[in-house]
């Protein structure tokens, strides 16, 4: 009977695969538009890096269509896994977003995202 040691290897290292940047949402996009989520709240996992129009988490976003402040996703036919938002409905709801946080002592991710933009820290 042997007494060597016995040599574990370690399994060779996989190359993921990044995945591909959704369409940035653009000024030519209609308002019955679909849109997917990393088009709405960004995606920095992407190559490149998806810019959200309402940059916020996930979860923040899915609480927000809880409470009813922001549409529900629709799917293109029964069963289907993805989901998709109307861009009117989206717009929509941001620009109420917008107004209902006016004047609140607390900064929305459309304003830390705007002074970001202009350069401010």
């Known amino acids: ?32 538009a679909r849109v997917k989520l990393p088009q709405i709240i960004g995606d920095a996992t992407t190559v490149p890096p998806t810019p959200g129009l309402f940059p916020i988490s996930k979860s923040q976003f899915y609480n927000l269509v809880r409470r009813g402040e922001m549409p529900a996703p629709s799917k293109p036919f029964p069963g289907c896994r993805e989901s998709y938002w109307r861009l009117g409905d989206v717009l929509e709801a941001i620009q109420r977003l917008e107004r209902a946080a006016d004047g609140a002592p607390y900064e929305t991710p459309l304003v830390r995202k705007r002074r970001a933009a202009a350069g401010g820290a």
């Open 1 to 32: 009977m042997s007494t060597a040691a016995k040599v574990f290897h370690a399994p060779a290292e996989r190359k993921r695969a990044r995945p591909q940047a959704h369409p940035a949402i653009t000024a030519g996009m209609t308002p019955d």
